[in-house]
């Protein structure tokens, strides 16, 4: 069977994000100031062969740790839909 | 009242996505043959102030069409918490 799975990695919340900073200012600009904080990180969603839900995600989850997200800097998030 | 809001940026399906085809083979490196496809968007969180969800979601979409999104390459999603 085939699961869709995303995986979210967002920087951790200890750490600037300077590409957020960056948005957050463009839109101010655009005239969208009711938007105060701005965080950017990436969304994977991947097509896992498995034979259950549960092996979907011990697979993405070994895909998160060894490439998809740098643990130094990110943190990951995993949902099989 | 601040509403987190998630918008989800992916590459528009009928497009390549050359950044996940990358990470496709880097994984298959890796021995991690079961994951068949991955696309690679951005996520991105927002703090917004706004007097009810449907407000904060207006306002994220304006900048999702102004600025997060490219919508002749992307497709973009929002959920309010």
Request: hydrophobic share 50%; glycine share 8%; charged share 20%.
């Amino acid at each position: 069977m085939t699961f869709a799975v995303q995986v979210k990695v967002m920087p951790l919340k200890e750490l600037l994000d300077p590409q957020g900073k960056a948005v957050m200012g463009g839109l101010g600009n655009l005239g969208l100031n009711a938007i105060q904080d701005v965080r950017i990180g990436k969304n994977i969603s991947l097509q896992v062969e498995a034979n259950s839900a549960d092996e979907a995600r011990a697979i993405a989850e070994q895909a998160a740790k060894k490439l998809l997200a740098n643990p130094v800097m990110e943190q990951f998030e995993i949902s099989v839909q």
